[in-house]
């Protein structure tokens, strides 16, 4: 059986907004979840990314948050918790985790250079190109396929890692990253023998490991459940092996940091971290409170630990579970297994009659939003979709709607009413229409992208 491992001491209220009214708010934000106000969102599965409820205790920490300008207390305590766990020797931290990609790559990438991943996130991806380096994604053929089931679907595929540093040459390839779990590919996790064994390659061409640590917890505790030899070790154990790997890492904290703001950029190279905290001190801030305030590192600190517990990551990764689950039974197709922090839904196959570059994908995220005022985001053609010198559109692979569950926040009723909406939405698939595109951004065009119905 079961519930959440915690009681509630706080509630926020959720507004009630009618059908009349939903329709005319998401027409007011240009078809673009991005663009409601959240008061209008009834169920917010936009992100799991600092929507995270914190405990007491990191509550009552961040009273003790020590303000100081320069060697702050709060920052030892952040520092001693991140080094029990990755190891690392060089820790700065920033104000969120893209803080940390920009500081990183705008160190090492640079035009004619190609950093490998299993797949990197928009932020990264964006800051790789935003410094003409080219971003290249090389997750297994399984972890493109929604409906093929497979332990650990975020692994990198290592011929094809090994093909590319061939290719372009271990010198332009300034290190590699790994996303755990693999975020834009379904939350789905990478295994510890992938990850041991890309360090093995890597290391035969002196390229350095990174490790994009958002979900660090969240995918340890998929090697504990999945991966054999693993069952009888601590989450902390399997973490600290997964950093051993590591020549760094960055890390959003705003997801399995349990906070709502905060990050950081760790290594070990002496060199590349002198030259990252004077990037620090001149974008961020002095290096022992980086872009945060005392008490959101005391918050780090305390939530870092408190990720570590099991038993809250069995409730947290059976939470997601129970909804995949629940739409399955309504005959929703999504991303199997469910990853650890969201469930997808396969827009492409359940609205098939809607060309990708009418944006399947943010069609569904629409109606999920007028039908149950539930927001969601679109990992898909708007997202990832391309248009091609000659003009073509070129698809993104896959058209998916992420339903992101914040950690602490919802409870299993909010599920059963998520997946009620969903059916009910199947139930009248073939009404549903595409959009098109009216204005985009350069960079990033999901967030500020204004639609109109085709
Ligand atoms: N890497 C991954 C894998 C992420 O999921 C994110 C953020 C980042 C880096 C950037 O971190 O937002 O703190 O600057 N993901 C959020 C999401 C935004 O909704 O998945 P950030």
Redesign the pocket.
């Known amino acids: 059986m079961l519930f959440e491992p915690f009681r509630i001491k706080m509630t926020e209220p959720i507004r009630i907004l009618s059908r009349e009214e939903r329709v005319k708010k998401i027409k007011e934000a240009c078809y673009n979840l991005f663009l409601l106000r959240a008061e209008d969102v009834m169920i917010d599965l936009?992100?799991?990314?600092?929507t995270g409820s914190m405990s007491a205790n990191q509550w009552s920490a961040i009273m003790v948050g020590d303000e100081s300008y320069a060697g702050a207390t709060s920052f030892f305590k952040f520092e001693e918790t991140v080094r029990k766990i990755t190891g690392l020797k060089y820790i700065l931290p920033t104000h969120?985790?893209?803080?940390?990609?920009r500081i990183l790559f705008g160190l090492v990438a640079r035009k004619g250079m190609v950093i490998p991943s299993n797949t990197h996130?928009?932020?990264?991806r964006a800051l790789i190109e935003f410094n003409e380096a080219l971003a290249v994604d090389l997750v297994i053929d399984e972890g493109k396929k929604p409906s093929v089931k497979h332990p650990f679907k975020g692994n990198m595929d290592l011929n094809k890692l090994e093909e590319t540093i061939k290719k372009f040459g271990p010198e332009n390839i300034p290190l590699c990253m790994i996303?755990i779990?693999?975020?834009?590919g379904g939350g789905q996790p990478v295994s510890l023998e992938n990850i041991r064994e890309t360090k093995r390659l890597l290391s035969r061409y002196k390229i350095p490991l990174f490790i994009?640590a958002?979900?660090f917890a969240e995918n340890a505790y998929f090697i504990k459940k999945r991966e054999k030899g693993y069952e009888n070790k601590s989450i902390l154990e399997i973490a600290r092996e997964i950093f051993s790997y590591a020549d760094g890492c960055?890390m959003?904290?705003?997801?399995d940091g349990l906070v709502n703001i905060?990050?950081f950029l760790a290594l070990n190279n002496e060199e590349l971290a002198i030259r990252a905290k004077n990037m620090l001190i001149l974008t961020e801030g002095f290096p022992t409170y980086g872009g945060l305030a005392g008490r959101d590192l005391e918050a780090l600190a305390v939530g870092l630990n408190e990720v570590l517990d099991e038993q809250y990551l069995s409730y947290r990764i059976g939470q997601v579970e129970y909804l995949g689950n629940r739409l399955l039974e309504k005959g929703i197709p999504i991303i199997e297994p469910t990853g650890g922090?969201?469930v997808y839904i396969d827009a492409g196959s359940l609205l098939g009659h809607i060309k990708p570059e009418n944006f399947p994908a943010q069609a569904l995220s629409v109606e999920l939003y007028i039908e149950g005022g539930i927001r969601t985001?679109e990992i898909g053609s708007v997202m990832f979709g391309k248009k091609e010198e000659s003009g073509r559109f070129k698809p993104a692979p896959l058209e998916l709607v992420?339903l992101?569950i914040p950690r602490r926040v919802y409870t299993m009723s909010h599920m059963d009413y998520i997946a009620d909406v969903a059916g009910s939405l199947k139930e009248r698939a073939e009404e549903i229409r595409g959009y098109r595109i009216t204005y985009e951004a350069p960079h990033l065009r999901h967030f500020t992208a204004h639609f109109e119905p085709v």
Request: positive net charge; charged residues 25%; proline residues 0%.
């Open positions: 936009l992100t799991d990314s600092g969120q985790g893209r803080a940390a990609e996130f928009d932020t990264t996303t779990t693999n975020n834009s994009d958002c979900r960055t959003s904290a705003k997801k905060g990050g922090h969201a985001v992420r992101a």
